[in-house]
């Protein structure tokens, strides 16, 4: 768990890496988009806001699922940016948990739409306010949704965890 | 202040035997440079160079092979018999026969040279295509990959779950975590070889003789398959260490290493899951 800020990773943290890598890239891959009124909202966004449980290994295993998830996807090659501002963003949330892990992910959401915003118009030729809207919202409503399953997880499971750690 | 030798201040360390075979072993060298041989015969006898010389080869590789395991099985009795047998309520191991973390790093360290190589090829011979997959190649269906991937996905949370499982002592949940890791892991090759490939390769789909596609595809996921392979024969080892009472909350470090083996086995196949199936989608 993101105990202490240490950018230190230890070799019995490599399995919750793999598995956010996994979530990520197997959930942006392997799984559809889920429709959401117009929006498509995609799964791998939505652990964003468990990087303030896992910490570190959380952070780093999304921005390789990111990463893997573009080799997949015909994208231009500034598309392969997107996981250094989705690097960025993560980061702000585990540093940001201490104090409001909801300040964080708005932060990562910020980011990533106005990289999208950026990215969509040269990639796919969308009007860039469209790209914007699209993006913003897309990104919201799947980190929205995530952070209510952290502020679930952290409320019930999380304190039995800790207790029986203890 | 007077210095102190080593003897002097270093608490006594146990004294560590070494079995006297274990010295000086001349196996690693002859059966690398076996190998190597064997590499130069496969490549005479694929391009049809030197048959005989090819076959000769092989054979030579083979034999050096009965030599070592004949060498070897008359030590696996006392081996097995000092490994195996159920040991004391809380008996702590000691590291065997290094540091396992340090073993496994370095073994994570040269598979990340294998693949990282067989991932160069890959991509150097996709640069030479304007496209890619080239004309020709079929469309995948990911179907099953993604069963193998949900597989993956669903070992690695278990094995995470046993390992802290039975680093706070519950055993019963540990052995459950891990024999449900070891039936899952089973599952993936079972996917693959037993229903992926010949399906590929007997409707004529995909085999590894239809072009740079299908030599690269069966090239990389045999070379990941057989690393899965390997994993499940570890967690088969695991279980049985397990249900003989050897790991205990301050005893753990194999499971360690077979699961964080395991959890690289995986990353590498998200990576190929992208490259092989997804990426063959992009044509449709």
């Not at chain 2, 195996?84 to 590291?95: K, Q, S």
């Amino acid at each position: 768990m993101a105990g202490e800020s240490t950018l230190r990773l230890k070799l019995e943290d490599f399995g919750t890496f793999v598995i956010f890598t996994a979530i990520y890239a197997a959930g942006t891959l392997g799984l559809p988009k889920i429709p959401l009124l117009a929006y498509q909202i995609k799964i791998g966004e939505m652990p964003s806001a468990f990087v303030a449980i896992f910490g570190m290994p959380a952070v780093f295993g999304l921005t390789l699922g990111q990463f893997i998830a573009n080799l997949g996807v015909e994208a231009s090659p500034i598309a392969s940016l997107s996981p250094l501002f989705s690097f960025i963003g993560l980061l702000i949330i585990y540093y940001a948990r201490k104090f409001s892990t909801l300040a964080g992910c708005i932060a990562y959401v910020i980011i990533t739409s106005l990289w999208l915003t950026f990215l969509l118009p040269i990639s796919s030729s969308i009007p860039m306010t469209e790209a914007g809207y699209s993006a913003f919202i897309d990104q919201f409503i799947a980190v929205i949704i995530g952070y209510c399953a952290y502020v679930l997880v952290s409320r019930t499971m999380l304190p039995k965890a800790q207790a029986a750690s203890n | 202040m007077k210095m102190g030798t080593d003897a002097e201040t270093l608490p006594a360390q146990p004294e560590v035997h070494v079995p006297e075979y274990l010295e000086h072993s001349a196996w690693p060298v002859l059966i690398a440079l076996a190998t190597g041989v064997a590499l130069t015969g496969l490549f005479f006898l694929f391009k049809h160079l030197v048959l005989l010389a090819g076959i000769l080869m092989m054979l030579s590789f083979g034999a050096v092979l009965v030599g070592f395991l004949y060498s070897e099985t008359k030590n696996w009795a006392s081996a097995v018999g000092k490994s195996l047998p159920r040991l004391p309520r809380d008996t702590v191991l000691g590291p065997f026969p290094v540091d396992i973390s340090l073993t496994i790093q370095i073994i994570i360290l040269t598979e990340l040279l294998l693949f990282g190589g067989a991932f160069g090829m890959y991509f150097a011979i996709r640069l030479q295509f304007p496209f890619w997959p080239p004309a020709g190649a079929p469309i995948l269906d990911d179907f099953i990959a993604r069963i193998q991937t949900l597989i993956l996905i669903s070992s690695s949370v278990l094995v995470e779950w046993a390992v802290w499982q039975l680093k706070r002592g519950r055993q019963r949940a540990f052995k459950a975590g891990i024999v449900g890791t070891t039936i899952l892991g089973s599952l993936f090759p079972i996917l693959q070889f037993g229903f992926e490939w010949p399906h590929l390769i007997f409707n004529n789909i995909l085999t590894p003789a239809s072009g740079f596609f299908g030599a690269t595809f069966f090239l990389l996921t045999g070379i990941h398959g057989a690393h899965v392979v390997a994993g499940v024969i570890a967690y088969v080892y695991t279980d049985i260490r397990a249900f003989m009472g050897q790991y205990s909350p301050k005893n753990h470090g194999f499971v360690e290493a077979t699961s964080t083996y395991w959890h690289f086995v995986h990353i590498i196949w998200l990576v190929l899951f992208a490259l092989m199936w997804q990426g063959s989608r992009l044509l449709g």
